[in-house]
């Protein structure tokens, strides 16, 4: 299974700091892994004609339909267009400040695979939810829109597990905690999906990932890449990050 690295810049960054980042990225050794960065959708334009060619870039939000009168929206159609490769689905800071429910979400999703976006589906659950043992209901249920994609389109989604309480906090999952869930990701996708397809769809972990815990973290054997926050907002953090695996 490849290894995904993938930078959630949020609404972080500008032009200069993008210039930056992506000079100091321009000579390092490359090696077999995906390296993706999602920044602000304003800068995407930016990081397309900057980032050195090892590194993909995609959008943190994609709307539920391609055009029309949906003012402040992002068409998956347009990222596209201007060759953003995928696009983030159902962050928690979407889920939790822009109210972005299960429905909403399959769309999304649906959208953005009918314009071949790669869609990082993004899930988690909350502290309150954890502490009152409903982790693994709260993980089945956002899940569980999978089941509407079809066939075809399965194998471009990526699933992100991002437990709420580890975003952006320092306090990040133990790799026991997080393999637990993600073999139980994995084993859903198996019963709607089947086997195979679940055993080939990239499963990322998120949540204060830093150059100091991403190796143990990569090392569980349902964890195939990390959605990084704050720790790839740095070239030389992003560097660490990337160049970690053997
Ligand atoms: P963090 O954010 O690495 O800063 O915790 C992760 C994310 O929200 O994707």
């Known amino acids: 299974m490849d290894t995904y690295i993938v930078g959630n810049w949020k609404m972080n960054q500008n032009l200069e700091s993008i210039k930056t980042f992506f000079e100091d990225l321009n000579s390092i050794p490359t090696k077999n892994i995906h390296a993706w960065i999602s920044p602000q959708a304003i800068h995407i334009p930016a990081c397309l004609g900057l980032a050195p060619s090892f590194i993909k870039i995609g959008s943190q939000n994609s709307s539920h339909k391609v055009e029309g009168a949906f003012t402040g929206e992002i068409s998956p159609k347009a ?83 991002e437990p709420v309480w580890a975003i952006g906090t320092g306090l990040s999952a133990t790799s026991s905690q997080a393999e637990e869930v993600h073999s139980f990701i994995r084993k859903y996708l198996s019963e709607i999906w089947g086997n195979n397809q679940a055993s080939l769809t990239p499963l990322l972990y998120g949540g204060s990932v830093k150059p100091e815990n991403i190796k143990e973290l990569l090392s569980q054997e349902n964890i195939n890449g990390a959605l990084v926050g704050g720790a790839s907002l740095n070239s030389a953090s992003f560097q660490k990050l990337y160049s970690s695996q053997n």
């Not at 689905?89 to 953005?112: C, P, Q, W």
């Not at 899930?123 to 994609?149: F, W, Y």
Request: charged residues 35%.
């Open 79 to 161: 990222l596209k267009e201007i060759g953003a490769s995928f696009t983030l689905v159902g962050h928690s800071e979407r889920r939790e400040y822009f109210h972005e429910t299960n429905d909403l979400l399959l769309e999304k999703i649906k959208m953005a695979l009918d314009e071949k976006l790669k869609v990082i589906f993004c899930i988690g659950e909350t502290l309150k939810e954890r502490e009152t043992g409903k982790t693994l209901d709260v993980i089945k249920n956002q899940l569980s829109i999978l089941a509407e994609i079809s066939e075809a389109q399965r194998e471009n989604i990526i699933v992100a597990y």
